[in-house]
């Protein structure tokens, strides 16, 4: 399967700045996505990023607040933009090999915290 | 979105099996049946999935029912190292997203 590195693994953040996380993959993947995962709750999809058009966001989230890049097809970026103490969260980023019987594969996850 | 519905919670006993249930009514005939598991402070782990037979990887088995509305995932010799939280997700058929529910988390008694 995939193996993807995430950056930074954990931040502490001051209020109205922002993080830029990165995510690498090994081997050049369609889709990556991103999900937030809040204190002691499940998984929420952010976007889903296509290299070379924007990303698509879920209900919920928007560009202006989650802004993601994708320069190329084993890269991306996610910000989480003037942050607030309520985006203290696990971020990761995910990627599905098309065409592997191994699923999708997840990073190990960003966790941010917002003072 | 499709949806899943799972145990809050569930007890098992190191070296003995664990069923893990999932209903999942809404499903069509495109959804695949995705299992995932979360081991404390780690991301998402890909444990199984199957469109309508039943399938076996070297982690675990996944039971599907004739009618598709339920499945379980059985470990077939429960270790410390399975406990987890574990997330039974549908793939809607044409999209490549994954939505999460809220899992169950599995504790493994010695």
């Known amino acids: 399967s995939a193996v993807i590195s995430q950056k930074p693994s954990r931040d502490i953040c001051q209020r109205g700045t922002s993080l830029t996380i990165q995510c690498q993959v090994d081997s050049q993947v369609t889709m990556m996505f991103w999900y937030r995962q809040q204190p002691g709750q499940s998984l929420t999809l952010i976007a889903t990023a296509n290299q070379g058009s924007e990303a698509t966001y879920e209900s919920g989230f928007v560009i202006d607040k989650f802004p993601i890049s994708r320069p190329n097809l084993t890269f991306s970026t996610l910000t989480v933009s003037n942050m607030s103490p309520e985006d203290s969260s696990i971020y990761l980023c995910?990627?599905?090999?098309?065409?592997?019987?191994?699923?999708?594969?997840f990073g190990s996850g960003t966790r941010l915290t917002v003072v | 979105d499709a949806k899943t519905t799972q145990p809050n919670s569930m007890e098992s006993n190191e070296e003995e099996p664990v069923h893990l249930p999932c209903n999942h009514s809404t499903i069509s005939g495109t959804d695949y049946i995705h299992w995932y598991r979360q081991l404390p402070s780690q991301g998402p782990e890909y444990v199984i999935h199957?469109?309508?037979s039943n399938v076996n990887n070297r982690m675990a088995s996944l039971a599907i029912a004739e009618d598709r509305k339920s499945s379980t995932l059985i470990l077939h010799r429960a270790t410390l190292r399975d406990a987890a939280v574990y997330y039974c997700i549908l793939r809607v058929g044409g999209s490549e997203k994954l939505v999460f529910g809220k899992g169950t988390k599995l504790t493994v008694n010695p």
């Open positions: 199957g469109l309508t």
């Open positions: 995910s990627v599905d090999r098309t065409g592997s019987d191994y699923g999708y594969t």
